[in-house]
C-alpha cells in the first residue's frame, strides 16, 4: 500500500529565508510524488511532480522539491520564503494506481 | 478557461437529511475523482471515475454515499442520512484523458457540508 507523511503540522520561516516542508513515502515499486498547495476557502493547487529522470525538479511560484530514493523521501524547497507562499501545504504519492494518497498537510507561516 | 466548479460551496443540513453535491469537471478530461478532507487532516479518497463507470468505489465509507456519473462529464456525490461525522469538506478533482497515473489533479474549491 502506498502511504504519505508530513512530519510537521506546521513550518515557521522569516519571509527572505530558505524553507523546506518534508515529505516521506512508502511504496513498495517506483513512486510517481506530488506537492500541491491550499490557499484558504480554494481548491488544492498543483506545484510540482517527480516522475522519472533529475532529482530535483522545478515547479510554479519558484518552488523546487528533491527526490532522494535512499531516504524515500521528496522535500519541498525554496530559496527565499514570500509572505504570499503561507498557506497549506500537500505532498501525495501514486504507485502503479490512478490514485494518488495526499499526507495530512502541512501549514507554512512566512513572517514579515 | 473554466475549471472544475463545485456546488453547492456551502451546505448545512440536519441529521438523517439527503443531500447532493454536484461536480462540474474541466470539458474533456475524463477522470473524475472525489475526495473527503476534514478539518486538519489531508485529502481522503472516495471514488474514482473513469468516463461513466467508477472505476475505483473503494473509498466510500458506507453504502450511505453513492456517487454517478451518467454522461462521463457531470458527477454527483449523493449522502443518505446524513449523519454529524459527514461534516467535511468534499473535494472534486479531474484530469485529462492519456495522462494515466502521473497527471497532476485539478481540484475545485470543494463543497463544504456541515450536519447539525
Known amino acids: 500500500a502506498q502511504s504519505v507523511a508530513q512530519p510537521e503540522d506546521q513550518v515557521n520561516v522569516a519571509e527572505g529565508n530558505p524553507l523546506t516542508v518534508k515529505c516521506t513515502y512508502s511504496?513498495?515499486?517506483?513512486?510517481?510524488l506530488f506537492w500541491y498547495v491550499q490557499y484558504p476557502n480554494r481548491g488544492l493547487q498543483f506545484l510540482l511532480k517527480?516522475?522519472?529522470?533529475?532529482?530535483l525538479v522545478k515547479g510554479s511560484y519558484g518552488f523546487e522539491a528533491e527526490f532522494n530514493k535512499s531516504q524515500t523521501s521528496f522535500h519541498l524547497k525554496k530559496p527565499s520564503a514570500l509572505v504570499s507562499d503561507s498557506a497549506l501545504y500537500f505532498c501525495?504519492?501514486?504507485?502503479?494506481?490512478?490514485?494518488?494518497?495526499f499526507g495530512r498537510g502541512t501549514s507554512l507561516i512566512v513572517h514579515p | 478557461g473554466a475549471g472544475v466548479s463545485q456546488t453547492p460551496s456551502n451546505k448545512v443540513t440536519e441529521k438523517g437529511k439527503y443531500v447532493e453535491l454536484r461536480c462540474d469537471p474541466i470539458?474533456?478530461?475524463?477522470?473524475l475523482y472525489w475526495y473527503r478532507q476534514s478539518l486538519g487532516q489531508g485529502p481522503e479518497f472516495l471514488i474514482y471515475?473513469?468516463?461513466?463507470?467508477?472505476?475505483?468505489d473503494s473509498g466510500l465509507p458506507n453504502d450511505r454515499f453513492f456517487a454517478v456519473r451518467p454522461e462521463g462529464s457531470v458527477s454527483t456525490l449523493k449522502i443518505q442520512r446524513t449523519e454529524r461525522g459527514d461534516s467535511a469538506v468534499y473535494l472534486c478533482?479531474?484530469?485529462?484523458?492519456?495522462?494515466?497515473?502521473?497527471?497532476?489533479?485539478?481540484f475545485g474549491e470543494g463543497s463544504r457540508l456541515t450536519v447539525l
Open positions: 478533482a479531474s484530469s485529462p484523458s492519456g495522462s494515466g497515473i502521473t497527471g497532476e489533479l485539478f
Open positions: 511504496v513498495s515499486g517506483n513512486p510517481y
Open positions: 517527480y516522475i522519472t529522470g533529475d532529482n
Open positions: 501525495a504519492v501514486n504507485e502503479g494506481s490512478y490514485i494518488p494518497t
Open positions: 470539458s474533456g478530461h475524463t477522470a
Open positions: 471515475f473513469q468516463g461513466t463507470g467508477a472505476a475505483d
